[in-house]
């Protein structure tokens, strides 16, 4: 059931086993799911990353290096 978050490609597979997951477990993950647009399974591995932390794993998966700056032609001559 453990996920690879390194990778580049999410797996959307909401099933991650879920029938062994406590019902307190599917409230954190739908609790971070509403500030995090991550699928469930990887919302739930970076939970046990974080002890279940859900305040932990949205900083983690918000702070996700997802983009990369763009800079300016300027900018780019200048360096």
């Keep these: 059931m453990s996920t690879s978050r390194g990778t580049k490609g999410r797996n959307n597979n909401t099933n991650n086993g879920s029938s062994s997951m406590s019902a ?14 991550f699928p469930e399974n990887e919302i739930y591995a970076t939970l ?7 305040d932990e794993a949205a900083y983690r998966l918000l702070n996700q290096d997802h983009f990369h700056e763009v800079k300016s032609k300027r900018e780019k001559k200048k360096e």
């Design 24 to 37: 307190e477990e599917r409230k954190l993950i739908q609790s971070v799911k509403e500030i995090v647009d």
């Design 48 to 54: 046990k990353e974080c002890n279940m932390d859900p």
